[in-house]
């Protein structure tokens, strides 16, 4: 069956869809006969299952179907006897888990494939399993007292939530528990994190790496938003906060001149990756003004290299994750943010949430 687009008008240029056609055929071109891309990391084969869902090509179907089809066969074949779907990086195992829960949950949504189910059901208990008692989640996959990070905690969430998506059964519990850690990693500026809470309205503020108020960046700004937005927390004021800061980022770092002149996405992957998803979740002026300005420095800053097929159509890595592998990240990331408006994937449909609210319900400290 074909899968029809539901994006506006003004989210998709030709430019941008040809480079987004441009970017799968380099995702198709350089995948290896086993279904990944030069890594085992399951994290990243995942990443790159997501570029091909979101643009809404499905595994078995169409152009790129075989390709799809075996990146998720890699995905499954990787799953350990414990559920955890981790290979390549031990240090990552949880992280890399919760990324490839999230996009097998799209794909269940999407495509109903029975190969799925049994894979998906041992992760999503892990996760649930491996719930830290502040509801957080260690790189290890083991229940301890707390958490790592918060973008650890968000990447576990959203799986959870690709799961609700899909209509297979998440406890509430660990959920309102997920949700909780989140708020606890949001810190104001000029005032204490312990201020009652109308004093803390009163400042700017965003949600940080760590709860203590370390490492605060547009990653972690939209990590945030994105996990209450997809829980259905619309009315917490912490939301608005975060979307300033992304915004500010986002006129700072995606100036299509700047990344016509660097050949540079105007994020690594991962900033990207959330940053793109957190403003499309808040909808509204914040989207309108800022999807234009990251699709045109990420349609800028792709690779044209027609004599080469190895780099033509690809984005260059920068970031954590260097190399081949990056090159794969960034590639990936970048063609999900140009399908975004497509809204193939169960994540983006509007209207999926508001069940989602009542059952999540947590009352905000």
Known sequence: GTLTASADEWEITPASEQALNRGLRWLAR????????????????????????????????GEYGGHVRRAMDYVIRGA?????LNIAEPRRGVYNHGLSTFVLGQAYGMTRDPRLGPTLDRALRLIADTQCEDGGWDYVAVRQRQGHDLSLAVMQALALRSAVDSGLDVPPSVIQAAIRSVREHYTPSNCSRDAPEEEQKRHAGQFTYTRGG?????????????????????????????????????????????????RRAPFDPYTLYYVSQALYQVGGEPWRECYPLLRDAVVASQIEDPQ??????????????????????????????????????????????????????????
């Open 30 to 61: 350089n995948q290896g006969p086993q279904g990944n891309w030069t890594s085992d990391d399951l994290g990243l084969v995942s990443t790159g299952v997501l570029a091909f869902l979101a643009a809404g090509h499905l595994p078995d179907r």
């Open 80 to 84: 350990d006897t414990s559920g955890l």
């Open 214 to 262: 370390g490492n605060p960046s547009a990653a972690m700004a939209a990590a945030g938003v994105v996990c209450l937005q997809e829980f259905g927390q619309y009315d917490d004021w912490r939301i608005g906060k975060n979307v300033e800061v992304l915004r500010k980022a986002v006129r700072e770092a995606a100036s299509p001149e700047r990344a016509r002149r660097e």
């Open 308 to 365: 080469n097929p190895a780099r033509d159509g690809m984005w260059s890595a920068h970031g954590h994750v260097g190399g081949k592998p990056g090159d794969l990240y960034m590639t990936a990331v970048c063609c999900f943010v140009l399908a975004i408006p497509n809204r193939y994937l169960p994540i983006l449909q509007e209207g999926r949430i508001e069940t989602l609210e009542k059952q999540f319900a947590t009352p905000v400290p």
